[in-house]
């Protein structure tokens, strides 16, 4: 069996309201809206992960009381209920078509560390951001490298992760230049020797990342030379 | 005075048109958000409009924004290149002086200083997706910032009253 989160649920200020949101405008599906009385439990999947469901509750007794529900609804409504993130693969797409279909964008597709991401609300308040992490072409541009050539990599943090776990060992790594944001790392064996890499920022990257940065002078050294032109690898 | 325990609750339908405001300074910080705007975009009446957002998110709407200002100038600071006074222009202000001064009254610091002390020491927010990282740097203005720059510098007088100081 597979372990793991179940059931997530948020707070919605009318659960008809909410299913026709998640399910009519974002394309989730309905797992399950049973009715007891009052009460309704009500939760939805994203077609792609039918292990986890999205709960749509409403606040309200006899689960809880009614100064408490309409605490919960004023906090739903002022968004400060705690972040939710989507994950798609097509981000200026998904805020197309989500947008057609009358979604509230509070903030427009942008582009930052190699993923895009925007933001929107449900009707109720409850804030998503939208992401498309673009793992699959960076996987791609890693594996350029690890076959020794020397590319600017500009992606995300998260993709250098995945430069370990694809097989290509870290042996080191250094700023080139805090404020140009180049890391450069070796590689062991055969296909020994350095790799330029454009990042975001040395701040955005991995913690095992970072100790390696702050870890190797001599490779620093070694970058400064590259730098002064007294040294090239090509 | 109002209760230290905050504002009596609020119409969930009112809060949910108020977030609609925050959303869209959020959005788009540099612009101008004069109170009538707002309230447009709220839907609320321009008298009424102040006091609701504050009773909503305690702080009134235009020391919202210069938190937001703030915070979007300290990444800019510390993320690209560009010069001080382009981050100045970019995030809002009119004059380089007006974004100076309010920013050394919010962070303590002057934005060059804050600059070369962001450039030395490494961050540790890694994995942690944009937006909750620059809340994360988003100043906490509980008071004004006359009155933050008041209690500072109490032997300085102060002659002029920009336009932002809310």
């Not at chain 1, 020994?192 to 970072?210: D, E, K, R, Y």
Request: glycine content about 8%; charged content about 25%; hydrophobic content about 35%.
């Amino acid at each position: 069996m597979n372990q793991g989160v179940g059931v997530a649920g948020i707070y919605v200020r009318d659960q008809d309201e909410a299913l026709d949101f998640y399910v009519e405008k974002l394309g989730f599906r309905v797992h399950t809206d049973a009715r007891n009385g009052d009460y309704r439990w009500l939760t939805v999947q994203h077609p792609d992960q039918p292990s986890v469901q999205l709960g749509l509750f409403k606040p309200q007794p006899p689960t809880i009381d009614e100064a408490t529900a309409q605490t919960l609804n004023e906090i739903v409504a002022k968004g400060a209920m705690p972040p939710l993130t989507l994950v798609v693969e097509d981000c200026r797409a998904a805020h197309e078509r989500f947008r057609a279909r009358g979604v509230e964008f509070t903030q427009e597709p942008i582009e930052r560390f190699g993923n895009i991401d925007a933001n929107f609300r449900d009707p109720s308040g409850n804030g998503w951001k939208m992401i498309e992490t673009r793992r699959g072409p960076h996987a791609r541009q890693i594996f350029q490298i690890a076959s020794g050539a020397r590319v600017n990599f500009k992606g995300s943090p998260n993709d250098l992760e995945h430069v370990d776990s694809t097989g290509s060992p870290l042996a080191g790594a250094s700023v080139h230049d805090h404020r140009r944001r180049y890391l450069h790392f070796t590689r062991r064996g055969a296909a020994a020797g350095p790799i330029g890499l454009l990042c975001a920022a040395t701040a955005t990257l991995p913690a095992h990342v970072q100790r390696l940065v702050h870890a190797l002078p001599a490779l620093r050294r070694e970058l400064a030379a590259e730098e002064a032109g007294t040294v090239s690898y090509s | 005075m109002r209760d230290k325990r905050g504002p009596a609750s609020q119409d969930p339908a009112l809060l949910r048109r108020l977030l609609r405001a925050k959303d869209q300074m959020d959005a788009a910080s540099h612009e101008e958000w004069p109170v009538p705007r707002l309230a447009r975009v709220s839907g609320v009446s321009e008298a009424h409009f102040a006091r609701s957002f504050k009773d909503a998110f305690g702080v009134p709407p235009h020391r919202y924004l210069l938190t937001r200002r703030i915070e979007r100038a300290k990444a800019l600071l510390r993320d690209t290149e560009r010069s001080i006074t382009e981050i100045a222009f970019d995030t809002g202000w009119n004059s380089l002086g007006t974004f100076g001064r309010i920013f050394r009254d919010i962070t303590g610091e002057s934005p060059s200083e804050l600059r070369a002390r962001e450039k030395a020491a490494p961050q540790r927010l890694t994995e942690v997706p944009h937006c909750f990282v620059s809340a994360a740097h988003r100043p906490n203005l509980t008071i004004a910032v006359s009155e933050k720059r008041r209690r500072g510098t109490d032997d300085n007088a102060h002659g002029s009253n920009e336009e932002e100081i809310p």
